[in-house]
């Protein structure tokens, strides 16, 4: 267990529908980030909030939204799903805001678009 | 931004055999070098890091080393065992941006 939890670990949903993914980070960890990794491809950096505020923007869909609640927990929403969007989301968490501590990663949710 | 390459995509090696990773960046002020271990199902873990005022760093079997003036940066895994086997990935990070390389899926075959 690395201490970032990610919930659910797997869902099943159909093209055109919402869901939302869970992370909370490992205690004491201020920073979350957000990675897609679809079929035999690398890690795609989406965002990072550090200490509720958003820090960080990489390849985010504007379909996809995330923030970072008072207690460090994170929420990845993503919208109007296409059958493209099913991947691997990763939730990682490190201390500060730079990441230069290492980041821990969750068990990641796998995603199915049908 | 920052871009990091990986080499090989991937390799086979034979138990007992060395596995050599390496990586290339194109922003000299990347300063913090981490390696993360993929197992099937789960998430990176860190296995190793560098930083930028340091050329070589071990950790039992494992041995990253940097050079800094080339900017590239590799990680050596002596004594290949069969539960090495996983997808490494290499990232270079300058303050807030981490970049991480293509992945490299290590075959260690017993």
């Known amino acids: 267990d690395s201490g970032v939890t990610q919930t659910p670990k797997h869902l099943i949903t159909a093209t055109g529908q919402r869901v939302t993914l869970r992370c909370s980070p490992r205690s004491g960890d201020l920073s979350v980030y957000w990675y897609q990794q679809s079929l035999d491809q690398g890690l795609q950096f989406l965002i990072q909030y550090y200490n509720g505020e958003e820090r960080a923007k990489g390849n985010i869909l504007e379909r996809f939204s995330a923030q970072q609640f008072p207690d460090l927990h994170s929420e990845l929403n993503l919208s109007s799903l296409e059958l493209g969007d099913s991947a691997l989301y990763f939730c990682?968490?490190?201390?500060?805001?730079?990441?230069?501590?290492?980041?821990?990663f969750g068990s990641g949710t796998r995603l199915t678009v049908v | 931004g920052e871009n990091v390459e990986q080499h090989p995509s991937t390799l086979s090696v034979q138990e007992g055999d060395s596995a050599v990773i390496k990586c290339t960046y194109s922003d000299s002020a990347s300063n913090y070098f981490p390696w993360y271990k993929q197992e099937l199902g789960k998430g990176p873990q860190l296995i190793i890091d560098?930083?930028?005022?340091?050329g070589e760093k071990k950790d039992q079997r494992i041995a990253v080393t940097l050079n800094k003036t080339a900017k590239h940066f590799s990680l050596h895994i002596t004594e290949t065992q069969p539960e090495d086997s996983a997808v490494y990935f290499c990232?270079?990070?300058?303050?807030?941006?981490?970049?991480f390389g293509a992945g490299t899926r290590l075959t260690v075959k017993p």
């Open positions: 990682a968490s490190s201390v500060g805001r730079q990441g230069n501590d290492g980041y821990t």
């Open positions: 990232a270079a990070s300058i303050a807030d941006d981490m970049r």
């Open positions: 560098i930083r930028s005022n340091v």
